[in-house]
Nanobody, 124 residues
């Protein structure tokens, strides 16, 4: 079992940057794909980014391509989401999730373990 715990959220001005971290307990972390999702007020949760088990493959939503980067450090059981050029529409609760397999996927149904989320607020 893997238990993700997110950190790094906060309030930032439009155009600024934040780096989210997700530490996931469990011996199988390094074998699993990891993903980031977000949920804005009044909206459904949406896919943001995913990374394969060794970090060789990543996949990002079109809305964040060129601005966000996902990476991982398996020695630290940690996955990161570097967010640059933030916009007000990036305001949301960001969730880290552990996938069921090692390959990247954007589908929520393919993620078994979820963190509690961290709030990101971008002021315009």
């Amino acid at each position: 079992q893997v238990q993700p715990v997110e950190s790094g959220g906060g309030l930032v001005q439009s155009g600024g940057s934040l780096r989210l971290s997700c530490v996931a307990s469990g011996r199988t972390f390094s074998q699993l794909a990891m993903g980031w999702f977000r949920q804005a007020p009044g909206k459904e949760r949406e896919f943001v980014a995913t990374i394969s088990w060794r970090g060789a493959y990543t996949y990002l939503a079109d809305s964040v391509k060129g601005r966000f980067t996902i990476s991982r450090d398996n020695a630290k059981n940690t996955v990161y989401l570097q967010m640059n050029s933030l916009k007000s529409e990036d305001t949301a609760v960001y969730y880290c999730a552990a996938g069921r397999a090692s390959s990247v996927t954007r589908w929520e149904s393919e993620y078994d373990y979820w963190g509690q989320g961290t709030q990101v607020t971008v002021s315009s």
